[in-house]
């Protein structure tokens, strides 16, 4: 009987509870990284090529929705259900620094200059805090119609995109009037929004479509009906030829960015997938899911055999260039104990 050929990803474990986001940084000079929010509190550094673990960033006392790294991967910002959002020393796993809110936080972004911190949540109000005054009060831009969802900066740092998680839309921000300038419609709300590296689309996912508008004109350029209810999308960063959906079938589906026709399936999460984001150089693609682990696809064709596997980055076979590439980034990262992490968290989910 023929093998079946099918993608084998690496598996990242750790989180232990469901991965509700994910963000990959710029490539740096000491190569790129994965951050990924989840439920049980602690966000998680990776290398971003091998997935290997590289820290935990220990501090919140509830589920962290959102995470971000600054342009230079040198700084980290999580967004958590503790009312906080918590700016992290990238390098060795410090908490720099903890801005309170009055409510959950579900989203956060660094501005691309790294210089402000924007955040919004169930309060329903954008706020931006000056990282070179951290003491200082934040900028309230606006007043959302509904609960934050997402968040994210444009053209430059003069605009700011959000949606909410109880009603359809995104909503546009001019960052010097605080007003809302555009609305782009949709039926259901956004659970996902990616502005594409080259600027020119911005990515959303709602209910069981995905659309791409001109980040400049806001003009709907294409709408692609799902298999099924998907939370995430994201489009090929470098050729931008194809893009990735996940949601609650559980597979990763790839699809033609031009005809929208499904070109790939992969199969593995044993849970809803909630976030899906390619790498910066768009040869691989991360997953997160329900399971509380990340998967990171190769974007090359599948030519593996269904028994082959990858190494993993467990006790067993770590990848090779793992170790010089990020031994300075691992250099005074605080390590938790092994098997006493999440202990005294579990009862402080929200």
């Known amino acids: 009987m023929d093998k079946k050929k099918v993608a084998v990803p690496l598996v990242c474990h750790g989180h232990s509870r469901p991965v509700v986001d994910l963000f990959y940084s710029p490539v740096t000079p000491d190569g790129f990284f994965l951050i990924s929010a989840s439920k049980d509190s602690s966000p998680m550094l990776r290398n971003g090529e091998t997935g290997d673990w590289i820290g935990t960033f220990e501090g919140h006392k509830g589920a962290v929705w959102s995470c971000c790294l600054d342009t230079n991967a040198l700084r980290a910002a999580s967004a958590s259900a503790d009312f906080t959002a918590k700016l992290w020393d990238a390098l060795t796993g410090d908490e720099l620094h903890s801005f309170e809110h009055k409510h959950i936080v579900r989203a956060c972004a660094f501005s691309e200059d790294t210089h402000l911190l924007l955040t919004g949540g169930v309060e329903k109000i954008l706020r931006i805090f000056d990282l070179n005054r951290q003491d200082a009060p934040p900028r309230e831009v606006g007043s959302s119609p509904g609960s934050i969802r997402t968040l994210a900066w444009l053209h430059s740092d ?106 790939g399936c992969n199969k593995g999460h044993h849970g809803p997938v909630h976030c899906v984001r390619f790498s910066p150089g768009g040869e691989s693609y991360a997953s997160g899911s329900e399971d509380g682990t990340i998967r990171i696809w190769q974007t090359g064709p599948a030519n593996l055999e269904e028994n082959d596997s990858l190494p993993r980055n467990g006790q067993a076979g770590k990848v090779k260039a793992s170790a010089d590439d990020v031994a300075h980034k691992i250099e005074g990262f605080h390590i938790s104990k092994e098997g006493k992490t999440s202990e005294k968290d579990k009862a402080t989910d929200a």
């Not at 959303?204 to 799902?226: C, E, I, Q, R």
């Not at 609650?248 to 699809?255: A, K, N, R």
Request: a negative charge; charged letters at 20%.
């Open 158 to 263: 003069q605009t700011i995109l959000s949606s909410c998680t109880d009603m359809g839309g995104v909503r546009l921000w001019d960052i010097r009037s605080g007003k809302i300038v555009q609305t782009l419609e949709t039926k259901s709300p956004v659970t996902s929004a990616e502005v594409s590296q080259d600027g020119r689309y911005i990515t959303t996912a709602d209910g069981s479509t995905v659309k791409f508008w001109d980040a400049n004109h806001f003009g709907l350029v294409k709408s692609y009906n799902m298999p099924c209810n998907v939370e995430s999308a994201s489009l090929e960063p470098k050729l931008g030829n194809k893009f990735v959906a996940g949601g609650e079938d559980m597979w990763i589906h790839v699809f033609d960015f031009n005809t929208g026709e499904q070109i």
